[in-house]
Protein backbone atom coordinates (compact mmCIF):
# COMPACT_ATOMS: atom_id res chain seq x y z
CA UNK A 1 0.00 0.00 0.00
CA UNK A 2 1.10 3.43 -0.32
CA UNK A 3 0.37 6.45 2.21
CA UNK A 4 -1.59 8.93 0.27
CA UNK A 5 -2.51 11.50 2.80
CA UNK A 6 0.06 10.67 5.57
CA UNK A 7 3.26 12.13 5.65
CA UNK A 8 5.80 12.91 8.04
CA UNK A 9 8.14 16.46 7.42
CA UNK A 10 11.09 15.90 9.67
CA UNK A 11 10.15 13.01 11.40
CA UNK A 12 10.61 9.76 10.45
CA UNK A 13 7.28 7.47 10.36
CA UNK A 14 7.36 4.85 13.11
CA UNK A 15 6.17 0.78 12.91
CA UNK A 16 4.64 -0.40 16.47
CA UNK A 17 1.99 -2.88 17.32
CA UNK A 18 0.69 -3.45 14.12
CA UNK A 19 0.31 0.19 12.93
CA UNK A 20 2.40 3.00 11.41
CA UNK A 21 2.10 6.23 12.92
CA UNK A 22 3.03 9.84 11.04
CA UNK A 23 3.50 12.79 12.55
CA UNK A 24 4.23 16.10 10.56
CA UNK A 25 5.89 19.50 11.22
CA UNK A 26 2.20 20.76 12.02
CA UNK A 27 2.11 18.56 14.79
CA UNK A 28 -1.07 16.40 12.70
CA UNK A 29 -0.31 12.32 13.83
CA UNK A 30 -1.61 9.93 11.25
CA UNK A 31 -1.90 6.47 12.22
CA UNK A 32 -2.25 3.52 9.47
CA UNK A 33 -3.18 -0.07 9.52
CA UNK A 34 0.37 -1.66 8.93
CA UNK A 35 -0.95 -4.71 6.71
CA UNK A 36 -3.70 -2.62 5.38
CA UNK A 37 -2.73 1.48 5.11
CA UNK A 38 -6.18 2.06 6.27
CA UNK A 39 -6.02 5.09 8.61
CA UNK A 40 -6.94 5.29 11.98
CA UNK A 41 -6.78 8.45 13.07
CA UNK A 42 -5.19 11.57 11.62
CA UNK A 43 -5.51 14.45 14.75
CA UNK A 44 -3.31 17.36 16.02
CA UNK A 45 -1.41 16.76 19.21
CA UNK A 46 0.01 19.50 21.21
CA UNK A 47 2.28 21.40 19.01
CA UNK A 48 4.80 21.15 16.37
CA UNK A 49 6.92 18.30 16.05
CA UNK A 50 10.06 17.70 14.17
CA UNK A 51 11.45 14.91 16.24
CA UNK A 52 11.15 10.81 15.58
CA UNK A 53 8.34 9.20 17.55
CA UNK A 54 9.40 6.43 19.81
CA UNK A 55 7.49 3.89 21.46
CA UNK A 56 8.04 1.78 25.08
CA UNK A 57 5.27 0.16 27.41
CA UNK A 58 1.77 0.47 25.10
CA UNK A 59 2.69 4.20 24.16
CA UNK A 60 4.43 6.24 21.45
CA UNK A 61 5.79 9.52 22.14
CA UNK A 62 6.18 12.68 20.27
CA UNK A 63 8.53 15.60 20.99
CA UNK A 64 7.18 18.49 20.09
CA UNK A 65 9.35 21.81 18.73
CA UNK A 66 8.59 23.79 22.14
CA UNK A 67 9.36 21.46 24.20
CA UNK A 68 6.52 19.46 25.10
CA UNK A 69 6.02 15.84 25.02
CA UNK A 70 2.72 14.41 23.57
CA UNK A 71 2.49 10.45 24.85
CA UNK A 72 -0.33 8.43 23.38
CA UNK A 73 -1.90 5.36 23.93
CA UNK A 74 -0.54 2.95 20.87
CA UNK A 75 -3.27 1.41 18.98
CA UNK A 76 -6.06 2.49 16.49
CA UNK A 77 -8.05 5.19 18.63
CA UNK A 78 -6.59 8.01 19.54
CA UNK A 79 -5.78 8.04 22.74
CA UNK A 80 -3.60 11.11 24.98
Known sequence: W??????AGFASPL??????YFVNA???V???DVKTGEERYAKRIDGPC????IAAAGRVYFFGKNGTTTVLKA???FEK
Open 30 to 32: SCL
Open 15 to 20: AHGGHA
Open 75 to 77: GAT
Open 2 to 7: KAEKAT
Open 50 to 53: WASP
Open 26 to 28: AGI
